[in-house]
C-alpha cells in the first residue's frame, strides 16, 4: 500500500520485485471493489499523485480512456515499472512524471481532478500533501483519496500472537513517519485541507473458503504478504521474538484455510475544491 515519500515518511514495504508483485496482486483483486464508480469525462485532466508501479494507473487508464491522465512518483524505478505496466495493457492516455508530492511541478488550477491511493499512509504531514494537490486543482474540481485502516483487520480464529504481528507492521510505519490507520481519518483531513462536499465510504472485504480467488488475491498475496515483509524489522527491533512471530503468521495462514474468515476495511473519500 506506494508513494511519494521525500522526507516526510518512508515506504516501510520497500522496493523489491516481491512487493511490485504484491502490489499487482492486491489491484487486481481489489479493483472493482475500490475503483467501482470511478471514471473521468473526455478531456479532463487527471493528476495521480503517487502512482508507485502503475497498479492502480492501469485502472485509471482503462475506466477513462479519453481523460488525460498525468502520473507522477518520487521513484525512477518505480515509474519505469508504471510505464511498462501500462504500455503492456495498450493504454496511451497516460503521461508520466518524476516529481515530489510536496513539490509538484504544475501551475495552480491546472487539474481537473486528482486521484489519491495508498500514499497518505506514508506521510508523516498526510495534510500537508492534500493541501498540495489542492492547489493544482481547479476550483469545482474533485478528489479521491483511497487509503486502508489496518486496525480494522480481523480474522477467525484469531490468536494474541496474528493480532501482534499486525500490529508490528503498524508500529513500524508510525515510526517511519506514516499512520497505517489512516484510512479513518480521511474525512477531517479533507475538511481541514480546505475540500468542501467530503463523503467517506467504507469498502469492506470479507473472506471465507467460499471465496477462492479473495483467499488467494486479498488474504495470503496481499495482506499476509505485507506483514511478511517486516519480519526482520520487526524481530531487530525486538516487537517480536522469533518464535511467536512465526507462530503468527501461521495463525493468520490458518485463518484463510477452510474454516476460517478474513476482513479488513478500505475508506475511499470524495471531495470538491
Known amino acids: 500500500m506506494m508513494s511519494d515519500l521525500v522526507s516526510e515518511g518512508q515506504y516501510v514495504h520497500g522496493y523489491s520485485a516481491r512487493e511490485a508483485e504484491r502490489?499487482?496482486?492486491?489491484?487486481?483483486?481489489l479493483g472493482?471493489?475500490?475503483?467501482?464508480?470511478?471514471?473521468?469525462?473526455?478531456?479532463?485532466?487527471?493528476?495521480?499523485a503517487g502512482c508507485g508501479?502503475?497498479?492502480?494507473?492501469v485502472f485509471l487508464a482503462s475506466s477513462s480512456p479519453h481523460a488525460q491522465i498525468v502520473s507522477v512518483d518520487i521513484s525512477p524505478d518505480s515509474l519505469e515499472l508504471a510505464k511498462g505496466r501500462v504500455a503492456a495493457a495498450g493504454h496511451r492516455n497516460v503521461?508520466?512524471?518524476?516529481?515530489?508530492?510536496?513539490?509538484?511541478?504544475?501551475?495552480?488550477?491546472?487539474?481537473d481532478d486528482v486521484f489519491v491511493c495508498f500514499v497518505l499512509e506514508h506521510l508523516a504531514n498526510p495534510g500537508q500533501a492534500l493541501a498540495a494537490v489542492r492547489r493544482v486543482l481547479k476550483p469545482g474540481g474533485t478528489i479521491t483519496v483511497i487509503e486502508g485502516d489496518h486496525g480494522s483487520w480481523y480474522c477467525h480464529p484469531e490468536t494474541s500472537e496474528a493480532s501482534r504481528t499486525v500490529q508490528c507492521l503498524i508500529d513500524i510505519q508510525a515510526r517511519a513517519g506514516g499512520d497505517a490507520r489512516?484510512?479513518?481519518?480521511?474525512?477531517?483531513?479533507?475538511?481541514?485541507?480546505g475540500f468542501r462536499q467530503v463523503r467517506v465510504t467504507p469498502r469492506m472485504v470479507y473472506v471465507d473458503d467460499s471465496l477462492p480467488e479473495l483467499v488467494e488475491g486479498f488474504s495470503k498475496n496481499t495482506f499476509i504478504a505485507m506483514v511478511e515483509g517486516v519480519r526482520e524489522k520487526a524481530l531487530s527491533l525486538g516487537l517480536m521474538d522469533e518464535s511467536s512471530w512465526d507462530k503468527g503468521i501461521g495463525d493468520m495462514y490458518r485463518?484463510?484455510?477452510p474454516g476460517g474468515t478474513f476482513c479488513y476495511t478500505f475508506f475511499r473519500g470524495s471531495a470538491v475544491r
Open 23 to 29: 502490489l499487482r496482486d492486491q489491484a487486481n483483486t
Open 32 to 48: 472493482e471493489l475500490l475503483h467501482q464508480g470511478i471514471a473521468y469525462a473526455p478531456g479532463r485532466r487527471v493528476l495521480e
Open 53 to 57: 508501479t502503475g497498479a492502480q494507473t
Open 95 to 111: 503521461a508520466f512524471q518524476l516529481a515530489g508530492l510536496f513539490s509538484l511541478p504544475f501551475e495552480d488550477a491546472s487539474f
Open 182 to 193: 489512516i484510512g479513518r481519518r480521511l474525512y477531517p483531513l479533507l475538511v481541514e485541507a
Open 255 to 257: 485463518a484463510a484455510e
